[in-house]
Nanobody, 124 residues
């Protein structure tokens, strides 16, 4: 069983930055593809970014390309989501997810393990 704990959410003005962190526990972190998803009020949960086990392959949703950066530090068992140039439409609960797939996947149902989420609110 993998337990995921997100941190770093909060309230920020439009144009500002936040960095989310996710620290899985219970298994070898480097064996997991890691992803970030988000869910805004009244909307479906959507893919944001994902990173391969080694960090060599990364995928982003078009809506965050050029503004968000996903990274991982396998020595620290942590995955990060650096969010810059935040917009009000980025307001959502952000979830960290993990899966033992070999390839980087963007589909929600592909991820076996999920955190509880952290709230990100961007004011205009």
């Amino acid at each position: 069983q993998v337990q995921l704990v997100e941190s770093g959410g909060g309230l920020v003005q439009a144009g500002g930055s936040l960095r989310l962190s996710c620290a899985p526990s219970g298994r070898t972190f480097s064996n997991y593809v890691m992803g970030w998803f988000r869910q805004a009020p009244g909307k479906e949960r959507e893919f944001v970014a994902a990173i391969s086990r080694s960090g060599g392959t990364i995928k982003y949703a078009d809506s965050v390309k050029g503004r968000f950066t996903i990274s991982r530090d396998n020595a620290k068992n942590t995955v990060y989501l650096q969010m810059n140039s935040l917009k009000p439409e980025d307001t959502a609960i952000y979830y960290c997810a993990a899966d033992r797939s070999i390839v980087v996947v963007t589909i929600i149902s592909s991820y076996a393990y999920w955190g509880q989420g952290t709230q990100v609110t961007v004011s205009s």
